[in-house]
C-alpha cells in the first residue's frame, strides 16, 4: 500500500518535472526556423537542397551556415538544408541512402577508399568540367589529391596538416627544444618518464590518428615522396624498405615510451586530448586546424602550447608535416537541381567563403590574397601546409590493414616484419 | 463443426502476425540469403553481380573471422553461464524478502533498461586508461600503471562481457524470481519438515521445478549473445587490431566499412545458423528430460 | 547491507549523474561530484538535444508499434495456443525464429522494402519494422499464458454461445493483464532504446527517436559530456518510470506461466 503511493508521488513529480521542461527549456533554435520554411514552402515551390556533413562542431558550422546565408539572400527561392551526422553513423547512412537512390545533393566525403569507390561507381557528378566554371584555382596538389582516374569528383573546401602539438611551459621547465632527430624525441620521453610525464598523448581508439602515425615516418623515410602512391596503386610492393624502416620508427617509439600507454583504448580527442591538457602528457597527435580551437578553449591559460611536426631522421634535415584536404565534398549523380548544388558550392569556395575560412582558423584550398590578422598558431599551419606530404591510403582495404596493423604495433603484438606482411597481404586482394 | 470453425478462426487471428513476419522479416532474410551468393557494394543496385559460393569459400579462409567466431562463442558462453548463476542468486536474495530487496530488485533492473549504446559510452569512460576505475584502483595502491581493459588485445572482450553482465544480471534475476514464485510452496515445505537442510532444498527441490525456467533464460541468454552488437561497437568497434570482434560487429566493417554487403550477409546467416542450432539443442535437452 | 548492495551496484549510474552535474572544464579532472552542482546542464542539455521533439517522436513511434504489438502478438498467440489449426505450430516457430535475426544483417533490405513502399523517412516504416522485430518474444510470453488459462473456461464460454472474437476480448484478454505488462516492458524496452535501424530508416532530424538524435551530438572533436550524461539521464527517466507503475503486473506475467515457454 505504502509503496504504490510512493510510485504514484514518483510518476506524478516525474511528469509534473517533463512539463516543466518541455515549457521553459524548450526547444532548439532551429524549430522555429523550419516551422517558417514549412510554411513558405506550401506557398512557393522552393528547391530544397540537402547537404550532408558530419563536422557538426567548432567552427565548421559557422563557416557551412556563412556560405548558406550568402547563398539564400542571392537566391531566395532555395532553401538549403544542412544536416549534421556524426562520423560513425555518417557512412552508414549514405550507404543506405546512396542505394535507395535517397542521396542528398552534396554532401561531404572522406578520403580513404569511400572517395575512389564512390568516384567509380557512377554515383557521383564528375566535376572535371565544372570545376574550371566560376570555380577558384585549387592548388595543384590538392587537385591531384582529388583526381581519380583522371577526373576530379569533389570540391576541395580547405586543408589541414597534422603536427604534435606541445607544451611550450613544460618544455621551458625541462629546457627541452624542439627535437630535431628521432633520438632526441627518445631521449626527451625518457626525461619526461623520470618526473612521470608521458611524451606524446596518442590515441588510436578510431583507428586513423594511429595509421597517421606511420605516414609522417614514411614523409622522412622516403625522399622521393612518392612510393606511396605507388605502392597504392599497385605499382610497387608495400614489402620496401622504405616502408619497412617507418614501421620501425613507431614501433621503437612505442618500446621507447615516446607514445604514451593506453593508446588503443583511447579515441584522438577524447582521452588522449585530455592527457595534455591535464599536463599529463607533453605533447599530444594528431592536431591540426579541426581541434586546435577546441584545445585553446580547453587549455586556457594553464600553459602555453604550439606545434611542431615529427622530428626526422637526422638533426638538420628538414621538418615535413603530413596533410591534405579537410573538407571535400562531392554532388550525387542521380539528385535534381544539380545547378544549383554546384552553385552553393562556388559560394562555399568564393572569395567571401575563403575570407569565413581564415577568419575561423581554417586553410582554403585555394590561394587567399585577403588581409585577415593572423595567429602564431595560424602562421606555423599555413606554412606547414606548404611543406605537408601525403597522408592517403586510397585502397580501402590496405588502409584498413594499416590502421588495424598499427594498433597491433601500438600493443606491441605485431612486430614491424608481421605489419609490412600484413599490408602486401591486404594489396593482393 | 465446431472445431473447423475455430480452425478458420485461428488462422484469421494469427493472420496479421504472419504478414508482419512474412513482410518485414522474412523477405529481408531472404534477401540476405540471396545476397550472401552476390558481390555487392551496398549502394549500387545495378551493381549486384552474382559470386556463386566464393564468399562462402574466402569465409573458411578469412582469420579474422575465425577470432570473430571465437569471441561470440566466449561472449555467449561467458555471459550466460553468469547471468544465470548470478541471477539465480539475485533472485533468491530478493525472494528472501529481507529489508532492502525492494530497492534491490529495482536498482539491478534498472541497468536493464538502458540502451546497450548507452551502457557502453558509460563503462567505456569509466575503464579509460585515466578514468574513474584507474584512478580507485591507484588510490588504493593495487596497481601503478593503468590497466588498459580496453585498449589491450588480451582483455577488451571480457572487459565488454563485464559490463554486458552487468547491464543484464537484473533481467535474469527477475525471470528467475517470477519463477520462484511459481514454486509450489508445498514441495519445499515438506522438505524442509523432513528435515532437509537449506542447501538440499535449493539443489533438489527448488532448482529441478525451475527448469523449464532456466531452459528458457539460457535461451534467450544465447540468442542475445549470439546478435550482440551495439554495446561491442560503442566500446571497441571490434578492436584493438580486430581482437574483439564478435559477429555482428564484423558484419558490420564488413558491410559499412568495406562495401562488401555479399560477404557481410554470409556472416549475418551465419549468426542466425548458429542462434537456430542453439535453439534447437535446447530443445532436445529439455525434451530429454521429459 | 542489501541496500548497500544495490547502492553499490549502481555506482556507474550514479557516476554518470554525477558527470550531468558538472561544469565542463571538470568533466575529466573530478572523481565523483564538485562542489558545485550544474544544474543547469539539465536545461541546456534539454534544449539542445531538442528533447521536446525527441520525446515526442519516440513516444510515437514506441507507444504505437507497442500498441499494435499487444493486439496483435495476442491475438495470434490465442490462436496458437487455444484455436490450433493445421500448420499453427510451424507458423509459431517461424515467428518464433524472427528473435534470431540480427538487426544488422537486413538493415539495408528492410531500408530497400521500405523504400519501395514509400515509406522511407516516415514514422510508419520503423513503426511497421519494431512490430516485426517485438512479434516473437511477444507472441512467446501470451502464448504461454494463454496456455495455463484453464481450458475449461474457454469450453464454458463456447457452450454459451460465445464466439470467439468475444471470448478472446471479453474472457481472455481480461485475465492476462500480467502478459500485457510483461509484453509491454518488453517492447517498450526494445523499441525505445533501439537505435541502427532507427538511424537507417529516418532521414529527417524533425523525425529522429531519442537513441539517434542523441547520437548524433555526440561529434568526434569535442563532444560536452556533462551534456550527453544530464541527456543519458532524461532520457532514462520515461522508461524507467514505466517499469516503476507496472513492475508487479509485470512480476506476475513472468510468473503465471509467461516464462514457462
Redesign the interface.
Known amino acids: 500500500m505504502r509503496h504504490s503511493v510512493l510510485k504514484r508521488c514518483i510518476v506524478l513529480m516525474v511528469l509534473v518535472l517533463f512539463a516543466g521542461f518541455s515549457v521553459f527549456a524548450g526547444g532548439s533554435k532551429e524549430e522555429p526556423k523550419e516551422q517558417g520554411k514549412t510554411e513558405e514552402m506550401a506557398k512557393e515551390e522552393k528547391i530544397v537542397i540537402e547537404f550532408w556533413s558530419w563536422n557538426n562542431e567548432g567552427s565548421y558550422p559557422i563557416v557551412h551556415e556563412d556560405a548558406e546565408k550568402r547563398f539564400e539572400a542571392d537566391h531566395p527561392n532555395v532553401d538549403i538544408k544542412r544536416e549534421y551526422i556524426s562520423y560513425t553513423e555518417y557512412l552508414v547512412k549514405l550507404k543506405a541512402v546512396l542505394s535507395g537512390e535517397e542521396a542528398p545533393n552534396v554532401f561531404q566525403i572522406p578520403w580513404a577508399g569511400e572517395y575512389t569507390e564512390l568516384a567509380r561507381s557512377g554515383k557521383l557528378l564528375p566535376l572535371t568540367d565544372h570545376l574550371k566554371n566560376g570555380f577558384p584555382e585549387f592548388f595543384p596538389n590538392i587537385m591531384n589529391a582529388i583526381s581519380v582516374d583522371g577526373d576530379a569528383w569533389a570540391v576541395p573546401l580547405d586543408l589541414n596538416t597534422l603536427q604534435i602539438a606541445y607544451n611550450k611551459t613544460l618544455f621551458e621547465e625541462m629546457g627541452f627544444g624542439i627535437p630535431k632527430s628521432n633520438t632526441e624525441l627518445i631521449r626527451m620521453a625518457q626525461k619526461l618518464a623520470d618526473e612521470g610525464k608521458f611524451a606524446v598523448a596518442l590515441g588510436t581508439k578510431d583507428l586513423w590518428a594511429g595509421a597517421d602515425v606511420f605516414f609522417a615516418q614514411i614523409a622522412y623515410t622516403d625522399p622521393s615522396h612518392t612510393k606511396m602512391a605507388k605502392a597504392d596503386a599497385g605499382e610497387i610492393s608495400w614489402n620496401s624498405p622504405e616502408f619497412l624502416k617507418a614501421v620501425q620508427i613507431v614501433d621503437e617509439y612505442t618500446k621507447k615510451g615516446v607514445i604514451a600507454p593506453g593508446a588503443n583504448s583511447m579515441d584522438a580527442f577524447v582521452g588522449a586530448k585530455n592527457l595534455f591538457v591535464q599536463q599529463q602528457a607533453a605533447m599530444f597527435y594528431p592536431v591540426g586546424n579541426f581541434v586546435t580551437g577546441g584545445i585553446t578553449a580547453d587549455v586556457g591559460d594553464s600553459f602555453e602550447w604550439s606545434l611542431f611536426p615529427w622530428p626526422p631522421l637526422k638533426a638538420g634535415d628538414e621538418m615535413l608535416p603530413t596533410g591534405g584536404v579537410a573538407e571535400m565534398f562531392v554532388v550525387a549523380k542521380d539528385s535534381d537541381n544539380q545547378d544549383v548544388a554546384l552553385d552553393f558550392l562556388r559560394y562555399l569556395t568564393n572569395d567571401a567563403g575563403k575570407e569565413i575560412l581564415v577568419k575561423n582558423d581554417f586553410i582554403p584550398s585555394s590561394d587567399f590574397s585577403g588581409d585577415v590578422e593572423m595567429t602564431d598558431l595560424y602562421s606555423n599551419m599555413l606554412n606547414a601546409q606548404s611543406k605537408s606530404q601525403s597522408r592517403v591510403v586510397y585502397n580501402t582495404i590496405v588502409y584498413t590493414a594499416v590502421m588495424n596493423g598499427m594498433q597491433g604495433i601500438y600493443g606491441q603484438t605485431l612486430t614491424p616484419r608481421e605489419f609490412i606482411d600484413s599490408l602486401v597481404e591486404a594489396a593482393a586482394k | 463443426m465446431v472445431l473447423r470453425r475455430t480452425a478458420r478462426i485461428g488462422f484469421l487471428f494469427s493472420l496479421p502476425a504472419i504478414v508482419f513476419f512474412i513482410l518485414f522479416l522474412l523477405i529481408p532474410v531472404l534477401s540476405t540469403f540471396f545476397l550472401s551468393f552476390t558481390e555487392w557494394k551496398g549502394f549500387d543496385l545495378a551493381n549486384i553481380k552474382f559470386a556463386g559460393v566464393s564468399n562462402f569459400a574466402e569465409l573458411i579462409e578469412d582469420k579474422i573471422f575465425f577470432i570473430s567466431l571465437k569471441n561470440t562463442l566466449l561472449f555467449v558462453a561467458f555471459t550466460t553461464v553468469a547471468l544465470n548463476i548470478l541471477g539465480y542468486i539475485g533472485a533468491a536474495i530478493i525472494d528472501s524478502g529481507r529489508r532492502g530487496t525492494g530497492f534491490f530488485k529495482n536498482a539491478l533492473f534498472l541497468p536493464v533498461l538502458l540502451a546497450p549504446i548507452i551502457i557502453g559510452i558509460m563503462w567505456s569512460r569509466m575503464l579509460d586508461a585515466f578514468g574513474i576505475v584507474n584512478q580507485l584502483l591507484k588510490a588504493m595502491e593495487i596497481i601503478k600503471m593503468p590497466i588498459l581493459f580496453l585498449g589491450d588485445q588480451r582483455i577488451a572482450l571480457y572487459t565488454v562481457i563485464g559490463a554486458t553482465i552487468w547491464q543484464y544480471l537484473g533481467y535474469d534475476m527477475l525471470l528467475y524470481y517470477a519463477g520462484l514464485q511459481g514454486v509450489p510452496y508445498e514441495l519445499v515445505e515438506a522438505a524442509t519438515i523432513d528435515g532437509a537442510s537449506k542447501w538440499t532444498i535449493q539443489l533438489k527441490v527448488i532448482i529441478p521445478s525451475l527448469s523449464p525456467v532456466i531452459a528458457i533464460t539460457m535461451l534467450l541468454n544465447m540468442i542475445g549473445g549470439f546478435k550482440v552488437f551495439d554495446i561491442v561497437y560503442v566500446m571497441t568497434a571490434g578492436g584493438p587490431n580486430n581482437s574483439s570482434h564478435v559477429f555482428a560487429t564484423y558484419l558490420f566493417q564488413q558491410a559499412f566499412r568495406f562495401n562488401r554487403m555479399g560477404y557481410a550477409s554470409v556472416i549475418a546467416i551465419v549468426i542466425i545458423v548458429f542462434s537456430f542450432l542453439a535453439a534447437i539443442i535446447r530443445l532436445k535437452l529439455v525434451r530429454q528430460e521429459e | ?3 548497500l ?3 553499490v ?2 555506482v ?2 550514479i ?2 549523474i554525477s ?1 550531468s552535474l558538472r561544469s565542463k ?1 571538470d568533466v ?2 573530478t ?2 561530484f564538485t562542489r558545485e552542482l550544474h544544474l543547469e546542464n ?3 542539455a ?8 525527441l ?1 515526442l517522436n519516440s513516444c510515437i513511434i514506441t507507444c504505437v508499434s507497442v500498441v499494435i504489438v499487444l ?3 495476442s ?2 498467440a ?3 495456443s ?5 500448420g ?1 505450430e510451424f ?1 509459431f516457430y ?20 521500405m ?1 519501395n513502399l514509400g515509406l ?2 516516415t514514422h510508419s516504416a520503423l513503426i ?2 519494431y ?3 517485438g ?1 516473437p518474444i511477444a ?1 512467446l510470453i501470451f502464448r504461454g499464458f494463454f496456455l495455463s488459462v484453464p481450458a475449461e473456461l474457454i469450453e464454458a464460454a ?1 457452450i454459451d454461445g460465445s464466439s ?2 468475444n471470448t ?1 476480448l471479453k474472457i481472455i484478454m481480461p485475465l492476462s493483464t500480467a502478459a500485457v505488462a510483461t509484453v509491454t516492458i518488453f517492447s517498450f ?1 526494445q523499441n ?2 533501439e ?2 535501424l532507427a ?2 530508416l529516418l ?1 529527417d ?2 523525425l529522429y527517436t531519442v ?1 539517434v538524435g542523441m ?9 560536452p ?1 556533462q551534456l ?1 550524461a544530464a541527456g ?1 539521464i ?8 514505466v ?3 507496472i ?1 508487479d503486473l ?12
Open positions: 547491507m542489501i541496500y548492495a544495490g547502492a551496484y549502481l556507474p549510474i557516476w554518470v558527470l572544464k575529466f579532472s572523481i565523483f539539465y536545461f541546456i534539454w534544449k539542445t538535444f531538442n528533447f521536446n521533439l520525446f493486439v496483435v502478438s491475438m495470434a490465442y490462436a496458437f487455444r484455436l490450433k489449426y493445421r499453427s507458423f517461424a515467428i518464433l525464429l524472427g528473435m534470431m535475426v540480427p538487426p544488422a544483417a537486413v538493415v539495408i533490405p528492410l531500408f530497400l522494402i523504400k522511407y523517412n511497421l519494422a512490430i516485426a522485430f512479434l507472441v463456447r470467439e472474437v478472446y524496452m525505445w532504446n537505435f541502427l538511424l537507417i532521414k532530424k524533425l537513441p547520437a548524433n551530438l555526440v561529434g568526434q572533436w569535442d563532444s559530456w550527453v543519458v532524461i532520457s532514462s527517466v520515461p522508461i524507467f518510470t517499469y516503476l507503475l513492475q509485470f512480476i506476475k506475467g513472468l510468473t503465471a506461466g509467461a516464462v514457462k515457454g
